[in-house]
């Protein structure tokens, strides 16, 4: 539950564009929106952050306390949050650093701001470092200013990409340092299963609101106001059953990746990676040519009000 401070300084944060009084002024301070791991509902959280190249970096602390607090055991579930900076707001992807890459991420925070410092002396768990990489399509990638559903669907397609290739890489990075340890390479490796497991977590669950909102929302519209395009609809609610399987096998995949063989995952993890690919191609075919002409966001453009509602609705 939030508490009255906090609501205070949520309250000041965003209507100050991010400056608040009292204890934190002065301070680097953003709003954390995590969604709670047990009720599923939104849960803001004021807390202080440093930056670094790789993305915001924000610390478990607890004030030093024996016990991780809610908004790290909500990200852990649903890795999805969304960052306020009082300047900006934007989707991010939390991943907790593991081993040395945490320690060195530590010692960069606690050089910027000593007080974390002291808060991990009060306490003996490891305090959290965790990275809040921005989910925007990089540069060039993605269809720039949105105008259109059939850029929004571009533009979920283009994040949803790039999280494969996030789990891509970091399979072929735990796999190099597991080969190089001397104690074995079917033992587990520090510092990469977070990161592998998150962004997986991010891009299976994603993914998963994606199909429910076509096929709940936008397809029915579709079929509705484009009748003769019924069976492409149906097809592509039949590759949403195949889609879900992949990604259940991709999930079991990934745990077993300790004592997996490189070879052989590596194989699976590309045949997953090109069905689901294939996929979000086969998609954009059927869809932004009928997406185009539907202004996004809702009420906007001169075809909005004839649109049904829930042609509108939220792809992403």
């Not at 995590?34 to 599923?40: I, L």
């Not at 080969?179 to 977070?194: E, F, I, M, T």
């Not at 990676?273 to 869809?287: I, W």
Request: aromatic fraction near 6%.
């Amino acid at each position: 539950m939030s508490t009255p401070f906090n609501q205070w300084v949520i309250a000041e944060f965003r209507a100050n564009g991010g400056k608040v009084g009292g204890p934190f002024e002065g301070s680097d301070l953003l709003l954390l929106t995590t969604t709670g791991a047990k009720s599923g509902e939104e849960r803001t959280t004021p807390l202080g952050y440093v930056r670094h190249e790789r993305g915001l970096l924000v610390i478990g602390s607890n004030l030093g306390g024996p016990l991780h607090p809610a908004w790290y055991h909500n990200l852990l579930a649903t890795p999805l949050v969304r960052v306020e900076t009082g300047t900006e707001e934007y989707e991010a992807v939390a991943v907790p650093a593991e081993g040395e890459d945490r320690d060195r991420l530590f010692s960069h925070v606690v050089e910027a701001e000593p007080g974390y410092g002291e808060y991990q002396e009060n306490t003996d768990r490891i305090l959290p470092v965790v990275v809040l990489e921005r989910s925007d399509p990089a540069p060039g990638e993605g269809p720039g200013t949105v105008r259109n559903l059939a850029d929004k669907l571009v533009e979920v397609h283009v994040w949803l990409r790039g999280q494969l290739r996030h789990v891509s890489a970091e399979v072929d990075a735990y796999f190099t340092a597991r080969a190089s340890r001397p104690d074995g390479d079917k033992q587990p490796v520090p510092g990469l299963g977070l990161q592998i497991r998150q962004h997986c977590l991010a891009f299976c669950q994603t993914l998963e609101f994606h199909h429910m909102s076509e096929d709940a929302h936008l397809f029915p519209a579709m079929e509705a106001a484009h009748p003769h395009l019924k069976d492409a609809f149906e097809r592509l609610r039949s590759e949403h059953r195949t889609v879900a399987r992949l990604q259940q096998e991709l999930a079991a995949l990934l745990t077993d990746i300790a004592r997996a063989d490189p070879e052989h995952f590596r194989a699976e993890l590309e045949r997953m990676t090109n069905e689901l690919a294939a996929h979000l191609d086969h998609e954009e075919e059927q869809l932004i040519p009928v997406l185009a002409e539907i202004p996004f966001p809702p009420g906007t453009g001169r075809s909005a009000s004839s649109a049904p509602a829930c042609e509108t609705q939220r792809l992403a």
